[in-house]
């Protein structure tokens, strides 16, 4: 293979690219964006920025002579093997664990530049660059560098892509990117003043748990272990003082948290006890600059925690003392793109080849790693108390057939409509969520049944009040509101559902002098963050924060002691095994939220559906309940844990050519695996079957994964690659989070 390079000179007659062979031994270390050291002239080494790989050249080129990741040994091992587990390239693994580009121009704090994110979904992209819809070269270049460093400036890109402004310019106007004003702050969390804070004295339970895993950091020993409690049982006092453990053996610390309970709220707790110099921060909010400074903080030893989101199981170092896991249960901690990998299994792998313990931390459990710790694979430690001796809240169960049969049509019922008031009267905020977005999910006609569906996607479009128009969420594609049926010519079209639009508008209706503040997908921007809704609703103390999923993860509200969950039943109807799990999770999280501190809390849910298990135990608050049953479930249906679940998902808009290779997958896999072990079905049409114009295939393999298996699924995708397939893009994803 052959590198294009750019030159790392400013002369202006070195500013285009140069080709090099890409020699065998470093075929599998050389990426776009790599930084290499290539002959130049008659004598010299130069340094030189890989921005395109290609198969040949026109001239007769020179070898590059040496990487200069700096990945170890390990690292590369570790890349090798996630490329056979994950079904990718070696190289995408590569970029996950390499420093972003190391060219920096030195950026002036607190002057605003613009930085630059992707706008459109990176499977969309990868597959516009592939099926040629996207042509000019530098484009292509741009958008890969961007996909690995969202975040670069402008002068970055175009330094590392040898493209210009104006091809950025198109980019933007062509909805590829998005430039963001943002102000430099190059050490995220150099004008932090923090108060110190020392150690608590552990309570018994803590103690316990704390011990057994102190002795295993204190033996070098790789063990698993599930911090088993509910929200404010103290985990992260115990999260702490086992990180303590590890600086004073000169080691460092990994810890996990849901990218979107990265707040300031989360690191300042470890910045009071530990100081800001040791800690380093990697999420993918930062610049492609500060990442690099946070990134060099760690390789240089510096810092020595790291507190990220799931990429940060990569920081670069070697000398791991503990990874924490923090609500583990979450499932960002999967990765949806390629490479599809779980920070779980990672963390497994690097704690058992480097001898240390790993620490998984839940209120709510995956039902897989409880029933891994019920099978004795991973020692369960549990906390039953509150720390702090906060109480749990009053969970109450409000049936809306109930409400409907007594004549009330309102999105409150009289329970919540009077704790509201109570609320507003004692000036305690209060927070409505709600699993979905937009004024109303969807349009259907009374007479014929006809639903307004996007015409790229086949789903409901979904209709927005402010702006009066009907949107499809998997596109973006936008209609003008019907009012008749464009079916049977009926006036009696509906809105159905509701969206936190709808509630917002209702509560303003009902409590017209009460403040209000929304969050949910269409008021979370990149430039609008959530942080800064959940700031503006904890500091000017807004009466009521209306939102969806994103307001449950880990955020202290002190004053909020009223938490009303509208219509519980969102999440129990999507077509996914995980259905009641993520019911009962979000349910007992949401909860969680109210009374956190001195005051006590309520929690009033309403639901169509009362009597199902994950409503009705969430109100328990009795996860073990919950668990024995969804286990007997799982057990029954062959789900995981009890097996493993492997989509083979097909993309493409030339559907003759998505069918012969979908069916060359399927005969392939027949032929190769074992019946006995594996159920193969056949592909079909996915849930959803196309998306922006895109035809969506998919087919299901159900058993348990083996190295076998493993290798059978590679070699039948290197396989199907060979076949000169132009328009279909083919992956494999085992236990996917999402199963549409
Ligand atoms: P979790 O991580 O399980 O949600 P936290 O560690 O945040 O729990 O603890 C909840 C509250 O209890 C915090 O305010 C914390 O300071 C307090 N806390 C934790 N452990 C102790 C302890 N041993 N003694 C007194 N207070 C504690
Ligand atoms: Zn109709
Ligand atoms: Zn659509």
Redesign the pocket.
Known sequence: MIAEVIIDRTAKKLNRTFDYNIPEDLSDLVIIGSKVLVPFGKTKIEEAYVIGIKEKSDFEVKDIAKVEHNLSNKQIRLAKWMSKKYFCNVSECIKLMSAPGSKQKKEVKDKKISIIYLKKDIEEIEFEIQTGKIKSEKQKRALEFLKVNEGATSAEVEMFTDCSKAILKTLEKNGYIEFVEKKIERNPLENKQIERTNK????EE?ETAFSKINSAIQEDRYEEFLLY???????????MQLIEKVLEKGKTAIMLVPEISLTPQTIN?FISRFGKEKIAVLHSKLSMGERYDEWNKIKEGKANIIIGARSAIFAPTENIGIIII?EEHDSSYKSESSPRYNAKEIASILGKYGNFPVLL?S?TPDITTYYKAQKNQITKLT?TK???N?RLPEVQIIDLKQELAQGNRSVLSKALYEEIEKNLKNKKQTILFLNRRGFSTFIMCRECGYTVQCKNCNISMTYHRFENKLKCHYCGYEEKVVTTCPKCKSSKIRYFGTGTQKIEEEVHKIFPSATTIRMDVDTVTKKNSHEDILEKFRDENIDILIGTQMIVKGHHFPNVTLVGVIAADTSLNIDDYRANERTFQILTQVAGRAG?EKLPGKVIIQTYNPNNFSIDLAQKQDYDKFYNIEIALRKQLKYPPFCDIIVISFTGTNQKELISTSSYVYEFLKNKMDKQKFSIFKPVPSPIDKIQNKIRWRMILKGKMTRQVYEDINDCLANVYSKNIRNTKIWADINPNNMI
Not at 229 to 239: A, M, N
């Open positions: 608590l004295e552990l309570t803590q409690g509910v929200t404010g049982s103290g985990k992260t006092e115990v999260y707790r923090d931390g209120a906390l509150r720390a702090n906060s956190r």
